[in-house]
Structures are given as C-alpha cells and as structure tokens.
C-alpha cells in the first residue's frame, strides 16, 4: 500500500475542497484530467500519503464532504485473492 496513487472519486464542485483536506492529510492530490465518472464525478490521484491504518484513512477519506469513495477497499474483506505464480494465476 502507498506504493501507487489512491484514487478518490469526488463530486466536481467540492473538487478544491477535498482537495484542501487531502493535503491535510499528508497527501499530494492531483487531478485526473479528461475522467469523468459514470456518476458524473472527477477522480483526484493522491500521491505519497501514508496507508499504514488503512481502515481509518478509509474511513476519514469517505467522510470528507463531497467524496463520494476512494480505491481503498479495506473495511470490506475479499471475496477472494488471485495470486500470480510462475504457473499462472491461483484463485483462494
């Protein structure tokens, strides 16, 4: 976790504001030109932000008014794991 950018799905007119509150978190919020959501809504990548409590970044992400989710999916458990090995993909 944190090796790649977190994507946080937001409402376009609060854009700037979550935005504000994501730098408050220690990350660096970048838009995502050109994507726009099948619910009509923007995508900010937010680079170098610590993921160490996953569940309570998820949590506070999802509370900032206007974001509608983000890629942590960490509340919820897998349904299953795909795993790459030299023999191909294994399923559990």
Do not use: C
Not at 32 to 40: A, I, K, L, P, S
Not at 68 to 75: E, I, R, S
């Amino acid at each position: 976790l944190g090796e790649f950018p977190l994507p946080v799905e937001v409402i376009p007119m609060a854009r700037s504001y979550v935005a504000r509150e994501l730098l408050k978190l220690g990350g660096d919020p970048v838009y995502r030109q050109g994507v726009v959501t099948d619910n009509g809504n923007v995508i900010l990548d937010v680079h170098n932000l610590s993921i160490s409590q996953a569940k309570d970044l998820e949590l506070t992400i999802n509370q900032i008014v206007g974001v509608v989710t983000n890629g942590l999916f960490a509340q919820r458990g897998a349904d299953k794991v795909i795993i790459g090995t030299k023999n191909g993909p294994q399923i559990r």
